[in-house]
């Protein structure tokens, strides 16, 4: 008992020490934009990452630089300039896939789409990156609401385009948990614990200090800038090739997660046109290797099985379903704003080398330049379509 009286006064003593600490070196009281509500965000970071030589077959550069301005976006060159206003902003929202945080900034596909319209002759277009790490159409709502619609106001005119880049992510809405029911969207998306971790991760400087003593391998510059090395852990150790399955093209969904996930996708397009008037809104269904949706009757999964459980034994099928989803949700809404809002199906347009993704999922090399390039010749149709 002495014992325990002993150990709550060593706390009580030392409290005050911590949190004084905290507040004096955190980042508590230093104002940030809206992204840092945000899970998984970043906002003012220049980090340099240098790859392990298993990347070089996916033709990486040996060190990329990854970079996020202020108010969190990535490649908003026309910021820069004082004419910015002539410049009209193609903003697009997403995942990892989007933000691609192990691709160096000139090779995402964004700025490769950006300078795939500049050959065309439309200079006047910036290609803003706004993905977002593991978010999806319950995040991208948040952020809309809580990060876009206040940091873009000021230049709310010259947004053109919000494209949307719905993927992998949305399978979160439909995964089973260990005991075969389905997951609480409510409970499984930007809850308030998660919300918690990521003010912590954020601004305490205890969390940054004990970080940096685990942390893997790195080296500092003399500039200061810190190089943080990527293993081959995060590559994918099997060939696509090797795991085509056909299973019959069928899945058995939770009506009601079905008519949850309908009713948050609809709101994510509605608000997007409320707060943003004068943008078209594009929803992009993207290319997924892991999968093949050529044939209505079957879908090919092309992922070992201790890949598949991570996410469900029904992936493929899953993912399939969210497209057909979103695309009677689109079609309905078309029908009130025929030259508002638009259905992108990328998976159906293109077809990328396995080398060009360096897992099941994320594009990096050649996928990044196919993505790109065909994204960019549909945005420069739809443009001379539309004008």
């Known amino acids: ?6 150990i709550i006064k060593v706390i009580l003593y030392t409290l005050p020490f911590f949190l004084s600490t905290e507040i004096i070196l955190g980042k508590w009281l230093i104002q940030k934009p809206k992204v840092s509500m945000l899970p998984s965000s970043l906002y003012s970071e220049k980090i340099k990452f240098k790859f392990s030589k298993e990347w070089g077959k996916y033709k990486t550069k040996e060190f990329i630089t990854y970079t996020r301005d202020e108010l969190g976006y ?12 002539i410049y ?19 090779a995402t596909w964004t700025e490769i789409m950006e300078n795939y319209l500049d050959d065309k002759g439309l200079n006047y277009i910036d290609v803003v990156n706004g993905g977002v790490d593991g978010h999806t159409t319950y995040g991208y709502l948040q952020s809309i609401e809580n990060w876009h619609a206040n940091d873009l106001n000021f230049i709310k005119t010259n947004i053109s385009t919000i494209i949307f880049n719905i993927g992998i992510n949305e399978v979160k809405y439909f995964i089973k948990n260990n005991s075969g029911e389905f ?20 601004n305490s400087f205890f969390y940054s200090y004990l970080k940096s003593l685990v942390k893997g391998e790195q080296i500092i510059y003399d500039d200061g800038s810190e190089v943080n090395i990527i293993d081959k852990s995060r590559l994918r150790n099997w060939d696509f090739k090797e795991y085509y399955e056909k299973i019959p093209y069928s899945v058995s969904l939770d009506p009601t997660q079905v008519e949850n ?22 929803i992009s269904q993207p290319y997924i290797p ?6 209505k009757s079957y879908i090919v999964q092309r992922m070992p099985n201790s890949e598949k459980k991570k996410y469900s034994e029904s992936f493929c099928k899953l993912i399939k379903e969210v497209f057909n989803n979103q695309e009677v949700i689109i079609n309905n809404l078309k029908k009130n704003y025929p030259k508002k809002i638009y259905l992108y199906k990328m998976y159906e347009n293109v077809v990328i080398n396995d080398e060009g993704f360096y897992d099941f999922i994320h594009p ?19 443009m001379k379509n539309i004008n």
């Open 1 to 6: 008992m002495n014992s325990f009286i002993k």
């Open 290 to 295: 892991a999968c093949n949706f050529s044939s």
């Open 74 to 85: 990535r490649g908003w060159e026309s910021k820069l300039y004082k004419d910015s206003n």
């Open 261 to 282: 996930y309908k009713m948050h996708f609809q709101k994510l397009i509605l608000r997007t046109k409320d707060l943003f008037p004068y943008s078209k809104i594009i």
């Open 88 to 106: 009209k902003l193609i903003l697009v929202i997403g995942d990892s896939t989007t933000d691609q945080r192990f691709e160096d900034d000139t």
């Open 364 to 382: 990096v090399g050649i996928g990044n330049e196919i993505i790109g390039n065909t994204f960019g010749d549909y945005l420069f149709k739809l």
């Open 183 to 202: 997951k609480d969207i409510n409970k499984s998306h930007s809850s308030k614990l998660e919300i918690l971790k990521n003010h912590i991760i954020n």
